[in-house]
């Protein structure tokens, strides 16, 4: 089953390109008007903290999107992960490339279950105390060790914008109408390149 094609109907490769293109520029402009302020302040905390030499405002407009994505895709998980599994979490990690692995994966797949079984719905997901748990459940999957290390730069960052008032929840909201909005472009204008998707997901959705 093909489920995707770089051409629709009426159209060839170029177009797809083209439009790809165009809906970058154009989340890219509108995060960088919308969190500039935010940008600012991360770029001063990253000089005074030594981190790292600020980079350009677009890679940090990128992470502002990342961490919308990812609270709207696993926010009803992140109730799952248990602290005080941690240690197991980490020793299984570093052992998947033993020649121990297929024993690994098995006890893995056990323990991983919980993780990834949806949990009640948070009355209001997006605040810091939220933003940790959604780390360390990215962290306990194994699946975002690069994201999980810049997360944790945004996350002591906004620890210490917690004395100002409304800063963290503007912040967020932020974040999750960024999200939502490539959702929005998304779907308007790159669904006719992914005909046999959702056949696709259905299929092997029980297993």
Known sequence: MITYSLKSENSDYEKY???????????????????????????????????????????????????????????DYILNFKPYLSPIYNILNKSRNSKFKPQIDVIRGRINTSLYSKSQKLDNPYTLNNFSRLIKWLDATYDFKDEVLRLNIWHQFLKEKASQTNYISDFFNLTDYLASYLKHIGDENLKCYLPNLDNYLNSYLKT
């Open 17 to 75: 390109y083209f439009t790809i293109k165009k809906l970058g520029d154009d989340l890219i402009d509108k995060t960088l008007s919308k969190s500039s302020k935010y940008i600012d302040d991360f770029k001063l905390y990253l000089k005074s903290k030594n981190i790292e030499d600020p980079k350009d405002s677009k890679y940090y407009s990128i992470e502002i999107i990342l961490i919308g994505v990812l609270f709207r895709e696993y926010k």
